[in-house]
């Protein structure tokens, strides 16, 4: 019922069948090794002495080398100590001081630590505490218990600790006034155009490791006078550096961006038109891009965006509960005085609080107050 199917065999055959029976003891074969491709060439191998030895068929394909006991017996001689010292020519590198001959290489084996020194494979019967110091095994706590654990020892200054580092936190690579400066002096840099991360990468300024989102910080160190103009666009800046700047008549744009931005910057070869930039994270863009006094980039637009309100924005709780300046309650003694007075004398006149909020949760009571007849 289940029968193996047959292996296909290839039809066309490009050599002659007779080529491919399994006969390889042929008398005719071995006589003549060439008859089935037509050719009556006689090689007889009739005895051990016909032998011509091993040839390889083609120069690209030489037999291959094999193995022979003589051949995997026989180490390489290095220069003993003893060579060395009877003949000093032989050491002509370090490499032929070698250590002494006690030295076979590093201990091989675990240090097992009551039992010494063991070979691998030994026996592991009564290594437990071996195992556990390689694992490096929970102590246990007898070691902290009576005293306040370690970890609560120490104030918690923040919740990641003073020096926190998270995926967008903004650490810049610091570049100093003076060597701006420098730059500019030395002819690396072109005074008269705007100056970029761009230009300084390019002018071997700064190197392409100080490179690291997101960006560079200008920094004033020890420099009070910049004697000429300049016009710096970088991702941050300290305050007297941006003073310095100004003062000597340039400007300082701060272009905090984000990760794609600053590709862009550093490679407008591949960009031969605009982008789509998305705004800088929400944190940078507070600091940073629309921040006026770091003179960034976005700060006139974020100050004409607050100008008007958009007509689809929606209100705030805000704008419908009454500021805490219009209150039904006084809250100090001499208010409390006056409205005892005005409930005393006055009550029930609607300009001078006394109207006491008897139905005042009532729903036509909360319609007339809302068209202000209540």
Request: aromatic residues 14%; hydrophobic residues 40%.
């Given at each position: 019922m289940f029968s193996i199917s047959t292996v296909q065999r290839r039809h066309r055959l490009f050599h002659p069948v007779r080529q491919t029976v399994p006969f390889h003891f042929n008398p005719v074969q071995s006589i003549f090794p060439l008859i089935y491709a037509n050719s009556l060439l006689a090689k007889p191998r009739l005895s051990w002495k016909d032998y011509e030895g091993r040839k390889p068929f083609d120069a690209d394909h030489p037999l291959p080398v094999l193995g022979t006991r003589l051949n995997e017996l026989t180490t390489t001689h290095k220069w003993s100590h003893w060579d060395q010292y009877i003949n000093p020519q032989v050491t002509q590198s370090w490499r032929d001081l070698t250590p002494s001959p006690e030295y076979v290489g590093p201990r091989s084996g675990h240090n097992v630590i009551k039992m010494g020194w063991m070979k691998i494979g030994g026996s592991w019967k009564y290594s437990r505490s071996y195992n556990d110091a390689r694992r490096g095994f929970a102590k246990g706590q007898w070691q902290e218990r009576k005293m306040t654990p370690r970890f609560m020892l120490a104030p918690r200054v923040s919740a990641g600790g003073p020096r926190n580092r998270y995926e967008g936190k903004a650490s810049f690579s610091r570049l100093s006034l003076s060597k701006l400066l420098w730059a500019v002096d030395s002819g690396r840099l072109n005074p008269n155009e705007t100056i970029t991360l761009y230009h300084l990468r390019h002018a071997r300024v700064i190197a392409d490791h100080e490179?690291?989102?997101?960006?560079m910080v200008l920094l004033a160190g020890g420099v009070e006078r910049v004697p000429y103009p300049l016009h710096i666009e970088l991702q941050n800046a300290s305050a007297k550096a941006i003073q310095?700047?100004?003062?000597?008549?340039?400007?300082?744009?701060?272009?905090?961006?984000?990760?794609?931005g600053l590709y862009q910057e550093l490679h407008p070869e591949e960009f031969p038109s605009f982008m789509e930039q998305e705004l800088p994270e929400r944190k940078g863009l507070e600091s940073f891009a629309t921040h006026p006094r770091k003179r960034g980039w976005l700060a006139q637009w974020y100050e004409d965006e607050s100008r008007y309100a958009h007509p689809d924005a929606g209100r705030r709780n805000a704008h419908y509960v009454r500021p805490p300046t219009d209150r039904d309650f006084p809250a100090t003694i001499e208010e409390y005085e006056l409205a005892k007075h005005h409930q005393k004398w006055h009550l029930g006149q609607p300009g001078s609080g006394t109207v006491l909020p008897w139905h005042s949760l009532y729903t036509a009571d909360m319609a007339r107050r809302s068209t202000g007849r209540l």
């Open positions: 490179i690291v989102w997101p960006g310095l700047l100004e003062e000597a008549g340039g400007t300082f744009t701060n272009v905090y961006m984000s990760h794609e």
